[in-house]
């Protein structure tokens, strides 16, 4: 048998993923795999990079899962520091350049897989290069972060960060800024809080952030950062005012790193992310696949491709792809949108639809909020948890659930997502047999209190 050769642009979740399992299908005598990476780590979880700056995990390498010698020792070429700067597709090869020496060279494939994630958004503002101005996007830029902080001067009035967005990123970066000792400013360029919400349940993580000492300024734009003499930032500016800081992280999110796809000539989506077909495959392109953060998925509540950032779905994608390269077979389907995060013992949750998805899609839906305890009231740690849900008009099919609540309610969500997956009606949900004792559960759990009011708003919309 010839050996085919796989080139894999990316060594983190989808790429790396895609590798093994095709590693594990094929041998190298039947398929030799070289995989391009321009930082220094592999298979790390960037998801955990804000609890390491936090003090919760203790060590950098605790976040990587394996390294570039145990991919290697699997027979897969892995070449580190080392940026793909072109891809021919008619020629079937890529032009490498070596960071480290300055090197460029072509690499021919029969085989292709684009990895290449995500990249901070950082917009192209006056000062945003400043020295203290960090996105966390990877393991060197947590690093470069955690150095930042060393080299700040000990003081005797307090240190102060501001972090910019208010998403996911953004509160749990506030949360590791605040163990971390820093009066935290959380900038917010929306109307509340946690734009993945609607406005009504991103107003209690306001309340909630308040609450434990970290100032949320809404409708605050950035429109410039100041820098003192020695080039370090000083003051983040906004249409709302001025805000000191001795060190800014931007959490504003992140955007498909598509630049070189798209140079190429392959197919992009609406929201910048590679288009590919439930194989993983790059459409129109039978040898080229691509996953992860630099995709755009299907989501199955709406029916359209959105761009999700998260290393479940990259890991998904990389198992798919190494299986159908490997000579197997996969799929991957879609989504329902589900997210979890945390502020301090503040849990925040969503799946489905916001209000504003389903009027975008043609949506006509009715809504219902109740509050509830995560565990039964008398049990002791009983604590307080919303929970939001949104269901079609006249059929009643679940569109979206949010859940905001301390310790134990955020997972609750992934009951709701299975419901989505299942495209189940609340009614139906009505009826789940979900596990109750009185320390997980009140009797009725929230999700099916939740559901039961969902029934009544649906059956009273439709008399």
């Keep these: 048998m010839a050996t085919e050769r796989l080139v894999v642009i990316g060594g983190d979740a989808a790429g790396m993923s895609a590798a093994s399992q095709a590693r594990r299908l094929k041998g190298p005598d039947a398929l030799e795999i070289v995989a391009f990476e321009r930082g220094h780590f592999t298979s790390y979880s960037a998801c955990g990079i804000p609890y390491w700056v936090g003090g919760d995990v203790e060590e950098r390498d605790d976040l990587i899962a394996r390294t570039p010698e ?29 960071r480290e020496s300055g090197k460029t060279y072509w690499t021919g494939f029969d ?15 006056p000062g945003m290069d400043a020295a203290g101005v960090h996105g966390v996007q990877t393991l060197d830029d947590g690093q470069a972060l955690l150095d930042s902080l060393d080299a700040l001067p000990s003081g005797e009035g307090p240190r102060r960060a501001v972090v910019v967005g208010a998403g996911y990123i953004g509160v749990e970066m506030a949360e590791a800024m605040l163990k971390r000792g820093f009066e935290v400013t959380v900038l917010n360029r929306g109307e509340q809080p946690m734009a993945t919400l609607d406005p009504d349940m991103g107003r209690l993580v306001h309340d ?41 992280v931007l959490g504003i999110g992140v955007e498909p790193e598509t ?38 998925v299907l989501d199955l ?24 390269i490997g000579g ?18 503040l849990e925040i949750a969503r799946t489905g639809l916001r209000e504003k998805d389903a009027r975008a899609v043609g949506l006509r839906y009715v809504t219902a909020t109740i509050e509830s305890t ?20 006249r059929t009643g099919r679940l569109l979206g659930v949010q859940i905001v609540g301390r310790e134990g309610s955020a997972k609750r969500v992934d009951v709701a997502a299975v419901a989505l997956t299942a495209g189940m009606t609340v009614e139906q949900m009505t009826a789940l047999d979900l596990g109750y004792a009185p320390p997980f559960s009140p009797v009725w759990d929230p999700v099916l209190v939740a559901a039961r009011k969902t029934v009544a708003a649906v059956r009273g919309a439709g008399s």
């Design 70 to 98: 145990e991919h290697r020792e699997r027979d897969i070429d892995l070449r580190m520091r080392t940026e793909v700067t072109e891809l021919d597709v008619a020629g079937q090869r890529v032009r490498a350049l070596d």
């Design 111 to 125: 085989k292709l897989v684009i990895a290449t994630g995500a990249r901070p958004v950082r917009p192209a503002l």
């Design 208 to 248: 909630a952030l308040d609450g434990l000492g970290i100032t949320t300024v809404n409708g605050a734009a950035v429109t410039k950062i100041l820098t003192g003499r020695d080039g370090r930032v000083t003051e983040v500016v906004t249409e709302a005012g001025t805000y000191p800081a001795d060190v800014v």
């Design 259 to 296: 630049a070189l796809a798209r140079e190429a000539g392959l197919p992009v989506g609406p929201h910048g992310g590679l288009l590919t077909d439930l194989a993983m495959r790059v459409v129109g392109h039978d040898n080229i696949w691509a996953g992860g953060d630099c995709v755009e």
């Design 301 to 324: 509540v709406a029916g359209r491709t959105r761009h999700i950032a998260l290393g479940t779905h990259a890991n998904k994608h990389g198992q798919v792809i190494g299986s159908n």
């Design 328 to 345: 197997g077979y996969g799929t991957f389907p879609g989504v329902v949108g589900t997210a979890v995060s945390k502020v301090c013992d």
């Design 374 to 393: 995560q565990r039964a009231g008398y049990y002791p740690g009983a604590k307080p948890m919303t929970v939001k849900m949104i269901a079609e008009l």
